[in-house]
């Protein structure tokens, strides 16, 4: 079974099931500031879990693309993924768990036609005010029984394999902060049921003597979890949530594993096109070694997530999300370069785009700027990389047994080497890294080029306050009037709001000049003065494209999408029409004044601008 076929029986059967298929949201987050990557299908729904009103309903259910780079390291084994799709469905206040379990049970045994006997699944235990979750075991019991199977609870007297449901504390928990004693004040979570598969690998001795679902070894694999959104953190503890919500999470491609019951996610279709092509370039087989498979895994990874943040309009650079996708292609042309010398990644970039370019429409603008991109990327490191592994070479001729902070420094400094590549080829040669000394000589680093003065960059707004809010509605003040004054080529590529000021990226290739920054300034203002009011209106994509809305825009123009529009309702003036899910101010005279205190280039083609409302 295919990816394509998955997905597609997912989204099929869940619409059966009256849910509403909505698009992929962007890989990078708005509003929201936690990461800088949607890295789950529920993190674009955040408002509408916690109960703003989503513009298809309270049945909804998509295939979400995801980037995790948490985990770098541990990819090239032959189940971590820096990018891949997460399949879910979601009640926002409607069905419960009892649905929830039945319908996932049943998508699993009767569409995907798993065995039943190779599934395992895990269940809260209780912690502290918020009780166990006795009731999803007797569901999944009864579930089993249906079908002939006795689903007992495992304790500690009985083997594995006698048992199919396992209590968790901390792992059937899940909030986007992790366990519930690390939450923030605000944030939501709740107990969770997970579905794990089981591919009957030997158990690895290393993870412990007795293997369970959650073991590391690589036996069991997640492929579901099902949350129940019931809960937010507050000083006194945890209170329940007035709109109950289900959340259902599960990896695209780690379900078509387990269809195919393959436990190697690269012997899945969607990998085999761009390790055919490195196999044809490199001359090397995969499955030849575990060295050289190792390689073509994190090659055909690192690839295709950096194409997918290009696809988004990032660039590599030295900061944030730029930095995250230069460790990823430096990465990735460091392996390519151990399978083949100056091996370039040019036919596999073309061969993963045109794979995903019917999925993804929005590659297919971007197909010749991520090319050329990569491309320029790589003609950068190839004029560090044989410099620095000389380096590495020439330490480990020396046969030391750790490399010292201001060594991995210098390579980081001198060869362009992340202290993350230093550290890899240093485990790899049994040395270890002075991770401390190498912090130490950073920040010295910083303080003498003036470079660390200013907070790490994230998107979105940081809270929901009414300070925040006046400025997130100034945004949209200013995207229209840079589009006004520098050209409706100006997009935004980026925003990150607080109570204090908001930071603005936007696509524009020059220096804006003293006279354009003012223009800009004057226009949002008189806007301000106007008291025009900020309205909400639910419409399909095509509608708001045909309305001459501007904003990020789904792959499907059916979709249904809130649109926020500045205007003046007595006189029909219009200033702006944005794609956006709020919060806004009512009227944008609650603003005071604008004022853009900074503008700043960020990388080839980006500007910055940093603005308050005073």
Same mark, same amino acid.
């Given at each position: 079974?295919?990816?394509?076929?998955?997905?597609?029986?997912?989204?099929?059967?869940?619409?059966?099931? =009256?849910h509403?298929?909505?698009?992929?949201?962007?890989?990078?987050?708005?509003?929201?500031?936690?990461?800088?990557?949607?890295?789950?299908?529920?993190? &674009?729904l955040?408002?509408?879990?916690?109960?703003?009103?989503?513009?298809?309903? %309270?049945?909804?259910?998509?295939?979400?693309?995801?980037?995790?780079?948490? $985990?770098?390291?541990?990819?090239g $084994?032959?189940?971590?993924?820096?990018?891949?799709?997460?399949?879910?469905?979601?009640?926002?206040?409607?069905?419960?768990?009892?649905?929830?379990?039945?319908?996932?049970?049943? /998508?699993?045994?009767?569409?995907?036609?798993?065995?039943?006997?190779?599934?395992?699944?895990t269940?809260?235990?209780?912690?502290?005010?918020?009780?166990? $979750?006795?009731?999803?075991v007797?569901?999944? @019991? %009864?579930?089993?029984?249906?079908?002939?199977?006795?689903?007992?609870?495992?304790?500690?007297?009985?083997?594995?394999?006698?048992?199919?449901?396992?209590?968790?504390?901390?792992?059937?928990?899940?909030?986007?902060s992790?366990? &519930?004693?690390?939450?923030?004040?605000?944030e939501?979570?709740?107990?969770?049921?997970?579905?794990?598969?089981?591919?009957?690998?030997p158990?690895?001795?290393?993870y412990g003597?007795?293997?369970?679902?959650?073991?590391d070894?690589?036996r069991?694999?997640?492929?579901?979890?099902?949350?129940?959104?019931?809960? *937010?953190?507050? =000083?006194?503890g945890?209170?329940?949530?007035?709109?109950?919500?289900?959340?259902?999470?599960?990896g695209?491609?780690?379900?078509?594993?387990?269809?195919?019951?393959?436990?190697d996610?690269?012997?899945?279709?969607?990998?085999?096109?761009?390790?055919?092509?490195?196999?044809?370039?490199?001359?090397?087989?995969?499955?030849?070694?575990?060295?050289?498979?190792?390689?073509?895994?994190?090659?055909?990874?690192?690839?295709?997530?950096?194409?997918?943040i *290009?696809?988004?309009?990032?660039? &590599?650079?030295?900061?944030?999300?730029?930095?995250?996708?230069?460790?990823?292609?430096?990465?990735?042309?460091?392996?390519?370069?151990?399978?083949?010398? =100056?091996?370039?990644?040019?036919?596999? %970039?073309?061969? #993963?785009?045109? @794979?995903?370019?019917? *999925?993804?429409?929005?590659? !297919?603008?971007?197909?010749?700027?991520?090319?050329?991109?990569?491309?320029?990327?790589?003609?950068?490191?190839?004029?560090?990389?044989?410099?620095?592994?000389?380096?590495?070479?020439?330490?480990?001729?020396?046969?030391?047994?750790? #490399?010292?902070?201001?060594? +991995? /420094?210098?390579?980081?400094?001198?060869?362009?080497?992340?202290?993350?590549?230093t550290n890899?080829?240093? @485990?790899?040669i049994?040395?270890?890294?002075?991770?401390?000394g190498?912090?130490?000589?950073?920040?010295?680093?910083?303080?003498?080029?003036?470079?660390?003065?200013?907070?790490?960059?994230?998107?979105?707004?940081?809270?929901?306050?009414?300070?925040?809010?006046?400025?997130?509605?100034?945004?949209?003040?200013?995207? !229209?009037?840079?589009r006004?004054?520098?050209? =409706?080529?100006?997009?935004?590529?980026g925003?990150?709001?607080t109570?204090?000021?908001?930071?603005? $990226?936007?696509?524009?290739?020059?220096?804006? !000049?003293?006279?354009?920054?003012?223009?800009?300034?004057?226009?949002?203002?008189?806007?301000?003065k106007m008291?025009?009011?900020?309205?909400?209106? %639910?419409?399909?994509?095509?509608?708001?494209?045909?309305?001459?809305?501007?904003?990020?825009?789904?792959?499907?123009?059916?979709?249904?999408?809130?649109?926020?529009?500045?205007?003046?309702?007595?006189?029909?003036?219009?200033?702006?029409?944005? #794609?956006?899910?709020? &919060?806004?101010?009512?009227?944008?005279?609650?603003?005071?004044?604008?004022?853009?205190?900074?503008?700043? +280039?960020?990388?080839?083609?980006?500007?910055?601008?940093?603005?308050?409302?005073?």
């Open positions: 079974m295919t990816t394509s076929e998955v997905r597609q029986k997912y989204l099929n059967f869940f619409k059966q099931k =009256n509403i298929i909505i698009p992929s949201a962007p890989i990078l987050p708005e509003n929201d500031s936690t990461t800088l990557f949607v890295g789950s299908g529920m993190q &674009p955040l408002p509408y879990l916690l109960g703003q009103k989503h513009p298809c309903g %309270t049945r909804l259910t998509n295939s979400q693309k995801c980037v995790r780079t948490q $985990d770098i390291e541990e990819v $084994d032959i189940r971590h993924l820096t990018f891949f799709e997460m399949l879910g469905n979601w009640s926002l206040g409607d069905y419960n768990k009892q649905d929830e379990v039945k319908w996932l049970f049943e /998508f699993l045994i009767q569409e995907i036609k798993l065995d039943p006997k190779k599934i395992y699944v269940v809260f235990e209780g912690y502290d005010q918020i009780p166990k $979750d006795m009731e999803t007797i569901l999944w @019991q %009864t579930l089993f029984k249906e079908i002939g199977i006795e689903a007992n609870v495992y304790n500690n007297s009985m083997r594995l394999e006698d048992a199919k449901i396992f209590y968790y504390v901390k792992k059937n928990w899940w909030s986007r992790g366990t &519930p004693e690390n939450m923030p004040i605000g939501i979570g709740g107990p969770d049921t997970e579905v794990f598969y089981d591919f009957g690998l158990h690895n001795l290393k003597p007795n293997c369970h679902p959650n073991c070894c690589g069991f694999a997640e492929i579901g979890n099902s949350v129940f959104m019931e809960y *937010m953190k507050q =000083n006194n945890f209170v329940e949530l007035k709109q109950k919500n289900i959340d259902f999470g599960g695209l491609e780690r379900i078509t594993m387990a269809a195919n019951n393959e436990p996610a690269f012997k899945l279709d969607i990998f085999s096109s761009s390790i055919k092509t490195i196999e044809n370039i490199s001359g090397k087989k995969y499955g030849a070694s575990p060295i050289t498979d190792k390689s073509i895994r994190i090659v055909s990874d690192h690839l295709k997530a950096s194409i997918m *290009m696809g988004s309009g990032i660039t &590599p650079g030295n900061l944030d999300k730029g930095y995250i996708l230069r460790r990823l292609l430096r990465r990735a042309m460091r392996h390519a370069n151990s399978l083949l010398k =100056n091996m370039s990644l040019t036919e596999i %970039t073309k061969n #993963i785009i045109d @794979q995903y370019i019917e *999925m993804y429409p929005e590659l !297919t603008p971007s197909k010749n700027i991520i090319i050329n991109e990569i491309d320029k990327e790589e003609e950068k490191f190839k004029n560090v990389i044989h410099s620095g592994l000389a380096k590495f070479k020439k330490l480990e001729d020396e046969k030391i047994v750790s #490399i010292d902070g201001k060594t +991995a /420094f210098d390579l980081y400094q001198s060869f362009g080497f992340p202290i993350e590549l890899e080829l240093a @485990q790899e049994n040395i270890t890294v002075d991770m401390e190498f912090q130490q000589e950073f920040e010295k680093h910083k303080i003498i080029s003036k470079s660390g003065s200013e907070k790490k960059f994230k998107g979105g707004l940081e809270d929901t306050s009414y300070a925040t809010t006046k400025l997130h509605t100034a945004t949209h003040l200013l995207h !229209t009037a840079l006004i004054v520098l050209g =409706n080529h100006v997009c935004q590529k925003s990150n709001i109570a204090e000021r908001l930071r603005f $990226d936007f696509s524009h290739s020059k220096k804006m !000049t003293e006279q354009e920054i003012q223009q800009v300034t004057n226009l949002v203002n008189e806007q301000i008291g025009l009011t900020m309205s909400p209106e %639910t419409m399909t994509a095509q509608e708001a494209y045909n309305v001459g809305a501007i904003g990020l825009f789904p792959d499907k123009y059916e979709t249904k999408v809130s649109v926020y529009t500045a205007h003046n309702p007595e006189t029909g003036y219009v200033f702006s029409k944005e #794609i956006c899910g709020g &919060p806004h101010v009512k009227n944008t005279s609650e603003l005071g004044s604008f004022k853009i205190i900074k503008e700043e +280039a960020i990388s080839a083609g980006l500007r910055r601008i940093k603005a308050v409302c005073i």
